[in-house]
């Protein structure tokens, strides 16, 4: 099993450009996550979804949106980048819901000029 | 206030020591308790869930403490291999999940 698994795993973007990240889980677990790690600072959750067909925001949503493609995918879109979304940023999933142990992805360092 | 406060460090022991970690969280409606580690440039990996118990897994041990609110970590007999970044989990709900900042051990030959 892959586990989770994240692409692109590095990115570049110019101000303004869009992109995706993609995140896909093989453990057949319900609940999916997207985080952002900056310098000194814990994760910090962007978007979940508790069970396939469901999203909801997390503590720092504003400047993206994600889609729950089907059960083992879970993307992250960048609408018109900023350079204060230059971070890394983790997909996660776990059996159900955020009081079981999560499963990350390698990550995807994102830098915006 | 944070939610979920842990000491930055860095913690720098040599191997063969113990040391503990302490974490503190402000909700007591709090439900479940986890360590991960992180090392450097890497995804979080769990190291354990915390139980009302206690519980021990090889070097390493976790403790809940729910009236003090706190949760710790204590590892015994401390590898090189042990240098990383550790991060308390609190959860109160199947959808509120804070990760602390992380305390960072370093481990001297």
């Known amino acids: 099993n892959a586990g989770v698994t994240q692409t692109p795993k590095f990115q570049v973007l110019k101000t303004g450009q869009s992109m995706t990240l993609q995140c896909a889980q093989d453990?057949?677990?319900?609940?999916m996550y997207w985080y952002r790690q900056d310098p000194g600072m814990g994760l910090r959750l962007i978007y979940y979804s508790a069970s396939e067909g469901t999203t909801d925001k997390g503590e720092v949503p504003n400047g993206y949106n994600v889609s729950r493609l089907n059960k083992r995918e879970f993307s992250l879109r960048l609408e018109s980048a900023a350079p204060s979304q230059t971070s890394v940023y983790f997909c996660?999933?776990?059996?159900?819901?955020?009081?079981?142990?999560?499963?990350f992805g390698p990550g995807t360092r994102l830098t915006v000029t | 206030r944070k939610e979920v406060e842990q000491d930055p460090g860095p913690f720098n022991v040599p191997e063969g020591a113990t040391v503990a970690f302490n974490c503190t969280y402000s909700n007591s409606a709090s439900q479940s308790f986890f360590w991960y580690r992180q090392d450097c440039r890497k995804e979080p990996k769990l190291l354990m869930s915390?139980?009302?118990s206690g519980n021990e897994d090889g070097r390493f041990t976790a403790q809940l403490n729910r009236a003090s609110q706190y949760i710790s970590l204590l590892i015994r007999d401390s590898k090189l291999s042990d240098s990383a970044t550790y991060l308390c989990?609190?959860?109160?709900?199947?959808?509120?999940?804070?990760f602390g900042s992380g305390t960072r051990l370093s481990i001297r030959p």
């Open positions: 915390v139980y009302s």
């Open positions: 453990m057949n677990h319900n609940s």
């Open positions: 996660a999933s776990s059996i159900q819901g955020a009081l079981n142990e999560q499963y």
């Open positions: 989990v609190v959860s109160s709900s199947a959808s509120k999940i804070i």
